[in-house]
T-cell receptor
Framework: AQSVTQLDSHVSVSEGTPVLLRCNYSSSYSPSLFWYVQHPNKGLQLLLKYTSAATLVKGINGFEAEFKKSETSFHLTKPSAHMSDAAEYFCVVSAPHNKLIFGAGTRLAVHP | NAGVMQNPRHLVRRRGQEARLRCSPMKGHSHVYWYRQLPEEGLKFMVYLQKENIIDESGMPKERFSAEFPKEGPSILRIQQVVRGDSAAYFC????????????FGSGTRLTVV
């Protein structure tokens, strides 16, 4: 069975400092992994997607994530946070029948 | 291309009423998925449909909930006799095929049961 654990429910950083949002996954086969972002009262936007090609995946808005099979992790990083990055972030793993399994989310706060 | 269109954006229902949520997929997309997001939680899969077929409804509650995607018109998620616990954001997504996870999500319908 597939599952996702986001290790932090809240992360707070200062503007201009690095961002690290942690995600561990469990899957019975080689999964596809995703990070989505949700701004308040908005829909979901795909940040990036891993599908068994390069293990370092670059996404939009300067985000990237590294797939580490040995650690079953897919952490999201950004070198320098902007105020506009404040949002809810979801780590997602693929499941059969084209379904997605979402983590519980990490709320990122960015302070001036 | 207008993207995935969901309406209404906000819906208020009294306990016991029916809620009908609509989703028009992106042009060219024939696969539709419904997800529910309870407050302070991630999204949970409900149902996967193609035109006139339910492919996977393993996430649908056994009672009061139904979904359809007719040959013509939008996909409909129907909740009968709503209860307070049905209050949530309901997201629809569409994809051009049944593989590759090439989803596009709509902006959601926020259902409030009073």
């Amino acid at each position: 069975a597939q599952s996702v654990t986001q290790l932090d429910s809240h992360v707070s950083v200062s503007e201009g400092t690095p961002v690290l949002l942690r995600c561990n996954y469990s899957s019975s086969y080689s999964p596809s992994l995703f990070w989505y972002v949700q701004h308040p009262n908005k829909g979901l936007q795909l940040l990036l997607k891993y599908t068994s090609a390069a293990t370092l995946v670059k996404g939009i808005n300067g985000f990237e994530a590294e797939f580490k099979k040995s650690e079953t992790s897919f952490h999201l990083t950004k070198p320098s946070a902007h105020m506009s990055d404040a949002a809810e972030y979801f780590c997602v793993v693929s499941a059969p029948h084209n379904k997605l399994i979402f983590g519980a989310g990490t709320r990122l706060a960015v302070h001036p | 291309n207008a993207g995935v269109m969901q309406n209404p954006r906000h819906l208020v229902r009294r306990r016991g009423q029916e809620a009908r949520l609509r989703c028009s997929p992106m042009k060219g997309h024939s696969h539709v998925y419904w997800y529910r997001q309870l407050p302070e939680e991630g999204l949970k899969f409900m149902v996967y449909l193609q035109k006139e077929n339910i492919i996977d409804e393993s996430g649908m509650p056994k009672e009061r909930f139904s979904a359809e995607f007719p040959k013509e018109g939008p996909s409909i998620l129907r909740i009968q006799q709503v209860v307070r616990g049905d209050s949530a954001a309901y997201f629809c997504a569409s994809s051009p095929s049944g593989e590759g996870y090439g989803y596009t999500f709509g902006s959601g319908t926020r259902l409030t049961v009073v």
